[in-house]
């Protein structure tokens, strides 16, 4: 049996504003993903949080991840088909990246930052909301 070709790739995935919301599960999901089709994740970062060309699946919103990982050929497939099945990843387009190096794809590495931003969006989250003034202390306040 023939070795499998391992080549370096970049992954753009698209998620919704509500998967977003719990970036912490989006990320482990492109894990997972990644895991599945035997790929080793590189680097990954977010790319942009912004307004949508036209509308998918009801969503104007959505927020772009970059992974760059490391994956056999025939692997790809794969991870393209579990992601056009995943309920949380709206798109993806994976290409092979022959034009950069492991030092620049590793300098790209965010995934601290994604880390941090998945905490803060979960702590809004799960905070609780102040309580909102009566009606009559404002109106008296004002007066």
């Known amino acids: 049996m023939a070795d499998k070709r391992?080549?370096?790739?970049?992954?753009?995935?698209?998620?919704?504003?509500?998967?977003?919301?719990?970036?912490?599960?989006?990320?482990?999901h492109i894990k997972e993903i990644i895991a599945r089709g035997h790929g080793e994740i590189i680097s990954m970062k977010k790319w942009d949080d912004r307004r949508l060309a036209y509308e998918i699946k009801g969503q104007k919103r959505g927020m772009y991840i970059l992974v760059y990982f490391k994956a056999a050929g025939t692997d790809v497939a794969h991870?393209?088909?579990?992601?056009?099945?995943?309920?949380?990843v709206m798109r993806v387009l994976i290409l092979r990246v022959d034009h950069m190096t492991l030092e620049e794809m590793q300098n790209l590495d965010g995934r601290k930052e994604l880390e941090i931003e998945a905490k803060m969006r979960s702590d809004k989250t799960v905070a609780p909301a102040a309580p909102a003034a009566p009606a009559a202390e404002t109106a008296a306040a004002s007066a």
């Open 6 to 28: 391992v080549y370096n790739y970049e992954a753009m995935f698209l998620i919704s504003q509500a998967t977003a919301a719990e970036l912490g599960s989006a990320i482990d």
């Open 79 to 88: 991870i393209e088909r579990d992601c056009n099945l995943s309920e949380k």
